[in-house]
């Protein structure tokens, strides 16, 4: 099982960039690497996934080594509406895969102040 | 496109007291989740159907929670009889495919037992 670590919290202002930092040491070949976004009183919310590289999309962008062992979201500008708990799992993608079971985590929540 | 949908919102029972969760995924996704979150955790997962068969129990207090998704769309999460320790929310959430799926959550029943 594939868990993960990253920081507790975070702070930052208005217009910085983000950028949040996961280990997960304990990899498989087959994993990917996912981020959700949490809001109190919601349910989690897709950010971003990838395998190795750099993945971007419309909100964030995600940075994996070569060796796979990390990973860290970036998040361009973030405002007040940023403020959440944010999730690194990883997970095999496959249809009714049980490889690798996706572990939340505590995640880490983001504060954005004025 | 129709998002997860969970009812009720919101319950509160008395320990040893029973109660049921709904849940309806987005349409044509095969794979369901029942999630657990206890307030300043991440969601922990408690079972995974994939069409109407169990994938992944492994987690799930059997000797109280029971779930079902007869005919592979809508599911019920019943617990029977509650603890204190069973408030939390609980969160439904369904993909097209595996855990690394994208997963797409509902709003979550918050549940009180007092």
């Known amino acids: 099982l594939a868990k993960t670590t990253q920081p507790i919290s975070m702070d930052s202002y208005e217009g910085q960039e983000v950028n949040i930092t996961c280990s997960h040491n304990?990899?498989?070949?087959?994993?990917?690497i996912t981020w959700y976004q949490q809001f109190p009183s919601q349910g989690p919310r897709f950010i971003i996934q990838?395998?190795?590289t750099k993945v971007t999309n419309e909100v964030a962008s995600l940075f994996i080594p070569a060796d796979r062992k990390s990973s860290t979201l970036s998040l361009p500008r973030v405002s007040l509406s940023d403020t959440a708990v944010y999730y690194c799992?990883?997970?095999?993608?496959?249809?009714?895969?049980?490889?690798?079971?996706?572990?939340f985590g505590r995640g880490t929540q983001l504060t954005v102040w004025p | 496109e129709a998002g997860v949908a969970q009812s009720p919102r919101y319950k509160i029972i008395e320990k040893r007291q029973s109660v049921a969760f709904w849940c309806n995924p987005i349409?044509?996704?095969?794979?369901l989740y029942w999630y657990q979150q206890i307030l300043g955790q991440g969601p922990k997962l408690l079972i995974q159907?994939?069409?109407?068969?169990?994938?992944?129990d492994s987690q799930l207090p059997k000797d109280r929670f029971s779930a079902e998704r007869l005919k592979g769309v809508d599911s019920t999460l019943k617990i029977q009889p509650a603890k204190l320790e069973d408030s939390a929310v609980y969160l439904c959430?369904?993909?097209?495919?595996?855990?690394?799926?994208?997963?797409?959550f509902g709003p979550g029943t918050r549940l009180t037992v007092t």
């Open positions: 159907f994939q069409n109407n068969g169990v994938v992944d």
């Open positions: 799992l990883v997970g095999a993608v496959g249809r009714g895969s049980t490889l690798g079971r996706l572990y």
């Open positions: 304990n990899i498989a070949t087959n994993d990917y």
């Open positions: 990838g395998y190795k």
């Open positions: 959430a369904s993909s097209l495919g595996g855990q690394a799926y994208e997963q797409y």
């Open positions: 349409s044509g996704h095969a794979t």
